[in-house]
């Protein structure tokens, strides 16, 4: 099969906003672009996925489309995993994490890659039974600052491959640097996934994989936003691999992997 891949694209919620001058009142589904220029970069076509107005069924995308990244964004409301949100500026995006679940059990019904990047790993982990950090600082006192939003995506920090993972096949050095821009972190890591790589002076976990014969993968960091910066770790890697994994599936189709 020679057609480009296809790879869906979950949507951010913008919610409705009264004081909005466009769009006034209505609630809007969004990409970040450089989230779609990375992946483009490949030459893959990106589709992004929006909401049903009614019900999640995704069937369609997931049986056309041949993998799903789930893009960053806001937090995961605590519900999602169990638990009360502390604070309210800590309760999340309930709509958007059922939207997402839903779909990312389409593809995983369908065998499909799907990549999760930053809040999208934290979204794996809740939809296969993890929990999650609901504010770094406060649940993991210890822990080196994950974000600063007057540096955003240039605040960075070491990344330690673990041992005998896939990550470690992938890179020659086992500690390199990565941006950290999230707010939550994994707490409980959920059953079948494993630590692909941490942050080595706190131990937050950053970038796991569903040890099942589907291919799912989570990342903590924003490749998107590296760029080619050589002292940061080379995202185009990732990326390959995950369109490795989608050829693999499409040259040899199963379902119902996980
Ligand atoms: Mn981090």
Redesign the pocket.
Known sequence: MNARLRIGLSSCFFPADPLRSIFKGKVLEYLEQSMAHWLQSMGVLVYMIPSRATGHDFGGYAEDLDGLVLQGGSDVAPPSYGEVAERPEWSGDRLRDDYEIALVRDFVKQGKPILGICRGLQLLNVAFGGTLYQDVETHAPNA?C??NWEIYDTNH?DLRITENSEMATWYKSPVLL?????HQ?IKQLAPDFKVEAI?PKDG?I?AVRHSGPSWIFGV??HPEFQGRDPKLLDDSIILARFLEAIKIRREKPTRAQV
Do not use: D, G, T, Y
Request: net charge neutral.
């Open positions: 080196l994950h974000r920090h990565v941006n950290s821009v999230h972190a942050s937050i950053e903590q960091w």
